[in-house]
Each structure stands twice: as structure tokens, then as C-alpha cells.
């Protein structure tokens, strides 16, 4: 029986030992099709993910200083991949979640009431801080550096 490649488009005559083929016998194909199997057992089979890790951790402990040898050798890869994990970060998290000492954007609010600052990902303790409306422009900012710890802020 003849079918569209899911992959690349073209007509294929189907195999009588696999009634559900939906790809073609061509390598790129069938390249697709094994991804596309590989992150579907990924994200539903544990013992998978599992094992593919310990894969992995054993072979970077055979392997000590491949990367930075690979990297050397292939600047121009290394490059592209610094960039590329750039965008790869964005769309995985939210940036304002990076850690960063100091960082603030300029964002328009006014907060109200007594509020405890956590941080989210470097390892600080907590403080507590209360804010009051004054119908400023700005709201008042204050590090825990440059504040009594039972400061209140106005």
C-alpha cells in the first residue's frame, strides 16, 4: 500500500511486516523517526531516563577532557553553541530568575504592606520589609546591606 512520508512528503510503498509505517526507509527519515520515538520514551518511561543518564556518566568519567578538547579543536562549534544555549536558556526558564546580585529592572509599582523577600535561587537568608504608598513616582528600594534588620522602609 502506498503512504506519505510523515518526514519528508514523498510516496512510499508501506512494508507487509509493519502495517502502522508511517516514514520512509530513507536515512533522514528514519533519523526523524528515532528522535521523535527517543523524546516520547524520554518523557514517559523513568527507567529510560535513567539509564540513558547513567549512560552518559559513564562515559564522561572514561572520558575526562573530551569537551575541552573537542572545543579547542572546533572553535567555531564551541561558538555556536555558546550561542545557541544563550537562546536555549531563554526559552527554558524565565530569565528573571537568574541569579544575579543587584539586578533590578525598571518596573512600575506601587507595593503595600509587609512583605518577605526570598530569594529564589542564591542563598541568602530571608528579610522582612514594609512598604507604604505615598503617591511617589518611585518606590522606595533598599538592600539588606545598607538596613537596620528591623528597619521599616517609608
Known amino acids: 500500500m502506498e503512504v506519505i512520508c510523515a518526514c519528508c512528503g514523498r510516496i512510499f510503498i508501506r512494508s507487509p511486516r509493519n502495517k502502522n509505517q508511517s516514514y520512509c526507509s530513507r536515512p533522514e527519515c528514519q533519523r526523524k523517526r528515532k528522535t521523535l520515538w527517543q523524546k516520547k520514551k524520554m518523557a514517559s518511561d523513568q527507567s529510560y531516563r535513567l539509564n540513558h543518564k547513567t549512560s552518559q556518566q559513564e562515559w564522561i568519567r572514561n572520558n575526562p577532557g573530551y569537551w575541552k578538547k573537542y572545543r579547542k579543536r572546533k572553535p567555531d562549534k564551541a561558538k555556536r553553541n555558546r550561542e545557541l544555549q544563550i537562546i536555549r536558556n531563554r526559552r527554558k526558564r524565565n530569565p528573571s530568575l537568574i541569579a544575579k546580585m543587584d539586578a533590578s529592572g525598571a518596573r512600575r509599582f506601587q507595593p503595600e504592606g509587609t512583605f518577605y ?25 533598599a538592600k539588606k546591606d545598607s538596613i537596620s534588620s528591623n528597619a521599616s522602609l517609608i
Open 117 to 141: 523577600l526570598i530569594p529564589m535561587i542564591a542563598k541568602m537568608d530571608a528579610i522582612i520589609v514594609s512598604m507604604f504608598s505615598d503617591n511617589k513616582e518611585l518606590p522606595v528600594i
